[in-house]
């Protein structure tokens, strides 16, 4: 069974970085697309990056475009996320995910997601 676990979030001010790791085990599809989400309070969950197998392919919402990366390393099997210049509407859960298609940015292509973890940003 595969499994996600996301860890490095917590409580940080508006302005700082945060990395965002995820791990992953079980039986993988290297070859699919991995991918990080989050959910705001009383918002949908929105798609946030996302890097193919050999991450020479990486997309970005809006929302992060221009203070974020995301990082692949299929031989470790973890997929992270670097976020810069926090605002306090970054709170939210963060989730990362393994697609079942090689590329995709809906949340219907993802097929494994990890648990979320919260992410708070002070003002």
């Known amino acids: 069974q595969v499994q996600l676990v996301e860890s490095g979030g917590g409580l940080v001010q508006a302005g700082d970085s945060l990395r965002l790791s995820c791990a992953v085990s079980?039986?993988?599809?290297?070859?699919?697309?991995m991918g990080w989400f989050r959910r705001a309070p009383g918002k949908e969950r929105e798609f946030l990056a996302a890097?193919?197998?050999?991450?020479?392919?990486?997309f970005y919402a809006n929302a992060v475009v221009g203070r974020s990366s995301i990082y692949r390393d299929n031989a470790k099997n973890t997929v992270s996320l670097q976020l810069n210049s926090l605002k306090p509407e970054d709170t939210a859960v963060y989730y990362c995910?393994?697609?079942?298609?090689?590329?995709?940015?809906?949340?219907?292509?993802?097929?494994?997601w990890g648990q979320g973890i919260q992410v708070n940003v002070s003002s």
């Open positions: 079980g039986p993988t599809f290297s070859s699919n697309a």
């Open positions: 995910a393994l697609a079942r298609v090689p590329w995709g940015g809906r949340r219907s292509d993802y097929q494994y």
């Open positions: 890097a193919n197998w050999g991450a020479d392919s990486t």
